[in-house]
Structure formats: structure tokens, C-alpha cells
């Protein structure tokens, strides 16, 4: 197998340092998604950091669950390294500010671990995992661009 990229993005009328603030807490913060079927649940005590692990769960009846861990994080970006479960690999999530804007990117560099993962991942969880991905962004964006407003 070989490792594959899926990549989201958004552009956000923001500043980077409250765009930073927002993806430091991806999973955890207030605006994340009600109807996201994407959970992350704290393993290790704040704050956020190289190092803090999670566990991510998928929200349905026998779905999987794996466990990441913060590789890195800077100013204008964190990445996550998956350890186990159905994907090897990592996320990361960063900013390209411009004039007035931020943009958002979600990459997802994976590779679907197993015959059996790789068949549900192709057939089920791709699309459940975009929808998801778009529905976080677009909650993100709402937050950020209300806060500019008030």
C-alpha cells in the first residue's frame, strides 16, 4: 500500500492568532459540530502540547476507534501522528494567512491499515470522514466570522 492525501480546506475572514487558538483545541472546542460523527476524547492532562494523545472515535455501531498523538505543533500549524487502529500516518491542520482572511487546511497523509479496513474505508468511512471533515470546517468558519463581527 502506499500512503494517500485527503485535503479540506476553508478561507475565514480572521485573524491567524484567533485561528491558531481555534485548531489547538480541533475536537474539544465549543464550536465543534453537535452532529459530528467524529469524537476526540483526552487521554493525557492539559494543556495542549507535543505529546497529548487522544482517542478519536467514529460514532456508530462498530466502527473503529484509534489513538493519535500531538507530533508537533507551531505557530501556524498542529499535526497529529495516528498510533494505532485503521490508519498509519498523520493530520495535520494549518493556516495561510492572507490580507483579511486565514485558510484552513485539513490534511489527512494516511494509509488504511488491513484488507478488512481498506474495504470499509472504500466503501464507508471516506465519504462519512469528507462529510464530517467539511461539516467541522464550516462550524469553524461560522465561529470565527461571528467573533469578527461582535
Known amino acids: 500500500m502506499s500512503f ?8 475565514v475572514r480572521s485573524d491567524p492568532a484567533a485561528a491558531r487558538s481555534e485548531i489547538l483545541w480541533w475536537g ?5 459540530p453537535a452532529n459530528c460523527l467524529m469524537r476526540f476524547v483526552r487521554l493525557t492532562e492539559r494543556p495542549v502540547q507535543k505529546g497529548t494523545r ?21 505557530d501556524t500549524s498542529i499535526t497529529r501522528r495516528f498510533l494505532n487502529g485503521m490508519f498509519k500516518g498523520s493530520e495535520t491542520i494549518s493556516l495561510v494567512p492572507s490580507r483579511g482572511t486565514v485558510e484552513i487546511i485539513y490534511r489527512m497523509h494516511y494509509e488504511v491499515q488491513g484488507l478488512v479496513n481498506s474495504l470499509l474505508w472504500a466503501l464507508f468511512f471516506k465519504n462519512l470522514h469528507d462529510r464530517n471533515i ?8 461560522g465561529f470565527l466570522e461571528k467573533g469578527n463581527r461582535e
Open 134 to 141: 467539511k461539516m467541522i470546517l464550516a462550524s469553524l468558519k
Open 28 to 32: 474539544e472546542a465549543s464550536w465543534w
Open 4 to 11: 494517500n492525501e485527503n485535503i479540506h480546506s476553508v478561507v
Open 54 to 74: 487522544y482517542r478519536q472515535e467514529v460514532l456508530l455501531p462498530f466502527a473503529p476507534t484509534w489513538e493519535v498523538e500531538i507530533e508537533n505543533v507551531t
